[in-house]
C-alpha cells in the first residue's frame, strides 16, 4: 500500500507542529513527521549580516521544486535524501538525512497546503485555525525563552513580515482543507479529530 499522506498547515504558532507531534506520539511507527522547514533555500552565498534579514514567511523562501519531488517520491514509496538545514547560519548543511517511507506521513508547515502539485499528493489537508493574537502572543513567549529575543525586535518582526505573509499566503489556503481544527482547544481533542478522519479515509 502506498503511504498516506496528512498536510497539515496554519500559521506561525498556531499550534500546527504540537499537532503533527501528537499524532505521531499515538502513531508510533507508523508515522514519518515531514517537516517542510528543512527545505529552506541555502543562503551561504550570502553574507552573514543580510542571511537573517530575509523573508521566511514567504513561499519563495522555500525550494518548492524539491519539497514536492521529495514528496512525489514518499508517495510511491521511495525513500529520499531529505536535505537539512540550519537555522543558526541560514544554510543548507552539506550532509543529508535519509528518510524511508512510513504508512502515514505528516507534511508539516507554514505552506502545506499553499502548492496545488504538493496539495494533489496530499490524501488529507487538515488546518489548524488559531486566531492572531494568539499566535502572537505564543511566538512573544517562545522566542523570548527559546531564542533569547527581545519582545521588541520580535514585535517588528511580527508586524512586518510574519502577520502579513500569514494573511497573504497561509490563512488563505484554509479553503483548500477536508478538515479544520482549532488550535485553542485542548490539543487532544484535535489529535483525536485528525486520528478519526485518518482512519476514516485509510
Same mark, same amino acid.
Given at each position: 500500500?502506498?503511504?498516506?499522506?496528512? =498536510?497539515?498547515?496554519?500559521?506561525?504558532?498556531?499550534?500546527?507542529? !504540537?499537532?503533527? #507531534? %501528537?499524532?505521531?506520539?499515538?502513531?508510533?511507527?507508523?508515522?514519518?513527521?515531514? +517537516?517542510?522547514?528543512?527545505?529552506?533555500?541555502?543562503?551561504?552565498?550570502?553574507?552573514?549580516? !543580510?542571511?537573517?534579514? @530575509?523573508? @521566511?514567511?514567504?513561499?519563495?523562501?522555500?525550494?518548492?521544486? &524539491?519539497?514536492?519531488?521529495?514528496?512525489?517520491?514518499?508517495?510511491? =514509496?521511495? %525513500?529520499?535524501?531529505?536535505? /537539512?538545514?540550519? @537555522?543558526?547560519?541560514?544554510? /543548507?548543511?552539506?550532509?543529508? !538525512?535519509?528518510?524511508?517511507?512510513?504508512?502515514?506521513?505528516?507534511?508539516? =508547515?507554514? @505552506?502545506?497546503?499553499?502548492?496545488?502539485?504538493?496539495?494533489?499528493?496530499?490524501?488529507?489537508?487538515?488546518?489548524?485555525?488559531?486566531?492572531?493574537?494568539?499566535?502572537?502572543?505564543? /511566538?512573544?513567549? #517562545?522566542? +523570548?525563552?527559546?531564542? =533569547?529575543?527581545?519582545?521588541?525586535?520580535?514585535?517588528?518582526?511580527?508586524?512586518?513580515?510574519?502577520?502579513?505573509?500569514? !494573511?497573504?499566503? +497561509? #490563512?488563505?489556503?484554509?479553503?483548500?482543507?477536508? &478538515?479544520?481544527?482549532?488550535?485553542? +482547544?485542548?490539543?487532544?481533542?484535535?489529535?483525536?479529530?485528525?486520528?478519526?478522519?485518518?482512519?476514516?479515509?485509510?
Amino acid at each position: 500500500m502506498r503511504p498516506f499522506l496528512v =498536510g497539515i498547515a496554519g500559521a506561525s504558532c498556531s499550534g500546527k507542529t !504540537e499537532l503533527a #507531534r %501528537g499524532l505521531a506520539r499515538q502513531l508510533l511507527d507508523e508515522a514519518l513527521p515531514f +517537516v517542510l522547514d528543512s527545505y529552506y533555500i541555502d543562503r551561504s552565498h550570502i553574507p552573514e549580516p !543580510e542571511r537573517s534579514q @530575509f523573508n @521566511f514567511d514567504h513561499p519563495d523562501a522555500l525550494d518548492a521544486p &524539491l519539497l514536492i519531488r521529495d514528496v512525489e517520491s514518499l508517495k510511491l =514509496g521511495l %525513500g529520499i535524501e531529505q536535505p /537539512r538545514y540550519s @537555522f543558526v547560519t541560514h544554510s /543548507r548543511l552539506e550532509t543529508t !538525512e535519509p528518510i524511508a517511507p512510513r504508512p502515514v506521513i505528516l507534511v508539516e =508547515g507554514l @505552506f502545506s497546503l499553499y502548492w496545488q502539485a504538493l496539495r494533489d499528493q496530499l490524501d488529507l489537508k487538515v488546518y489548524v485555525e488559531t486566531p492572531d493574537e494568539e499566535c502572537f502572543n505564543r /511566538r512573544l513567549r #517562545r522566542d +523570548v525563552a527559546e531564542r =533569547g529575543r527581545t519582545p521588541e525586535s520580535i514585535k517588528t518582526q511580527y508586524d512586518v513580515t510574519v502577520r502579513p505573509m500569514a !494573511e497573504a499566503y +497561509v #490563512r488563505p489556503t484554509a479553503k483548500f482543507a477536508n &478538515l479544520i481544527v482549532s488550535g485553542v +482547544v485542548p490539543i487532544d481533542s484535535s489529535i483525536r479529530t485528525v486520528l478519526n478522519a485518518i482512519e476514516t479515509r485509510r
